[in-house]
């Protein structure tokens, strides 16, 4: 059977392939523009054995910029970009908030947890998802939020692509939680228009949310509602 691939895993995994892409890169494009590795290696400030062994992915914690100035020098431009993944590590705080919002839901309603998204190659997933009968909510659990456009940016993106009737995003109740949420209304109260009250009072009694909501939930698991 199969196991999850840890995040700190996935990271070094990606970063070895990529790494060797690079390096193999270089060096084709040095022996195709027909430089010296001595010239290549002068012109980045490196020794011969140095350039040698990036080429031949000898050299697996070499610096970002000397692959970047190597690339620039045969001719090439190193662009790097970062792209959703799979998960992310969570502290005990996210699982207890989990635990706590699981508490609130009627026995006949299911809660999986790190759900992927169903397309294939989208490597995000919902921190957990509640499926009643012919419905499922994706529920976005946050313990320090801090930017409300970036939050409401990717909620949104995965409402979009995440196969779900809505999205429930949960918050611990904490004084900076009701600070975000006080300086964030005008951000997220078009996108979570059903007060956490209602959406609590459904899902308590097994029906499904009227729609996306704001759940601020105390550590003793006792909720909170927002508006």
């Not at 100035?69 to 992310?88: E, I, Q």
């Not at 409300?148 to 990717?154: E, I, K, N, V």
């Amino acid at each position: 059977m199969s196991t999850r691939e840890r995040p700190a895993d996935r990271g070094m995994r990606l970063g070895r392939e990529a790494l060797g892409r690079v390096c193999r890169e270089l060096r084709q494009a040095r022996l195709d523009r027909g430089l010296s590795l001595a010239e290549v290696a002068a012109a980045v400030g490196v020794s011969v054995a140095v350039a040698s062994r990036i080429e031949r992915e000898r050299l697996p914690r070499v610096a970002f910029i000397t692959l970047a100035t190597y690339a620039a020098v045969v001719g090439l431009d190193l662009v790097v970009n970062t792209y959703a993944g799979p998960s992310v590590i969570r502290d005990q705080g996210h699982a207890r908030l989990l635990d706590d919002f699981e508490a609130e839901l009627h026995p006949s309603l299911r809660f999986p947890r790190e759900v992927p998204f169903p397309n294939p190659g989208d490597q995000r997933a919902w921190d957990g998802m509640v499926i009643g009968p012919g419905w499922r909510f994706g529920i976005e659990a946050e313990t320090a939020p801090t930017d409300a456009q970036a939050l409401a940016r990717r909620i949104s993106l995965k409402l979009r692509d995440g196969n779900v009737d809505g999205v429930l995003l949960v918050l611990r109740d904490t004084r900076r939680s009701q600070d975000f949420l006080t300086a964030a209304r005008g951000e997220l109260a078009s996108a979570f228009p059903v007060p956490a009250r209602r959406a609590l009072a459904g899902l308590r009694s097994g029906r499904r949310p009227e729609g996306n909501a704001i759940v601020v939930l105390h550590h003793r698991r006792k909720s909170t509602p927002t508006t």
